[in-house]
Every structure is written in structure tokens, then in C-alpha cells.
């Protein structure tokens, strides 16, 4: 049901919001950076908690996982990729 573009969306507000600062700003600030949109891998994982609850999901614990805290991009892929089958395959064809 939810797309990857809705789960970065959502990582960034929440990103944003842990900052104190608007979302529009942020996606600015960090489409400056690249278009990986890198992030701060310990503030990262402080958003994984809040994610897992809001979308009923559980990210492993592994290496891959850590690797794609990195960027908005890759965490939203690993994001998306953790969803149930149903869901992401709903997604992918929306």
C-alpha cells in the first residue's frame, strides 16, 4: 500500500521533526548533499523505533540493514523491503 517515495517522505518528517525544522527545509538540505540524501547514521536509528511502530514492521539487525541507515534512499529501501509481501508487492505496481 505504501510506496519507497511515502516512506522517505515519512523518514524525513520524522527526521525533521527530531531537528525542530520544517520538512520542505530538510529535503533541501539534504537533496544539497546528494542524491543519496546521506543522513546521520545514530539519528537514523533513533527514527527505526518510530518507523517499526508506525508501519508494523521489524528492520534486522545486520550488517545491510546498518549500511542503509546511511541515506533517506537506502533506509526507505530497506524499509519498504521489510514489509510484509502483500504490501510492498501492492506498492510496487501502484
Same mark, same amino acid.
Given at each position: 500500500? #505504501?510506496?519507497?517515495? &511515502? #516512506?522517505?517522505?515519512? #523518514?524525513?518528517?520524522? $527526521? +525533521?521533526?527530531?531537528?525542530?525544522?520544517?520538512?520542505?527545509? $530538510?529535503?533541501? &538540505?539534504?537533496?544539497?548533499? /546528494?542524491?543519496?540524501? =546521506? %543522513?546521520?547514521?545514530?539519528?537514523?536509528? &533513533?527514527? %527505526?523505533?518510530?518507523?517499526?511502530?508506525?508501519?508494523?514492521?521489524?528492520? =534486522? @539487525?545486520?550488517?545491510?540493514?546498518?549500511?542503509?541507515?546511511?541515506?533517506?534512499? @537506502?533506509? +526507505?529501501?530497506?524499509?519498504?523491503?521489510?514489509? =510484509?509481501?502483500? &504490501?510492498? /508487492?501492492?506498492?510496487?505496481?501502484?
Amino acid at each position: 500500500m #505504501i510506496s519507497k517515495e &511515502e #516512506i522517505e517522505q515519512l #523518514i524525513v518528517e520524522l $527526521l +525533521a521533526d527530531d531537528r525542530g525544522m520544517d520538512t520542505h527545509d $530538510l529535503w533541501e &538540505e539534504l537533496n544539497d548533499l /546528494g542524491v543519496t540524501m =546521506p %543522513v546521520d547514521s545514530l539519528l537514523a536509528v &533513533e527514527i %527505526v523505533v518510530r518507523l517499526e511502530q508506525q508501519l508494523g514492521i521489524d528492520l =534486522p @539487525t545486520t550488517a545491510d540493514t546498518t549500511k542503509a541507515l546511511r541515506s533517506v534512499k @537506502t533506509f +526507505a529501501e530497506a524499509v519498504w523491503n521489510a514489509l =510484509p509481501q502483500s &504490501e510492498a /508487492g501492492t506498492a510496487a505496481t501502484a
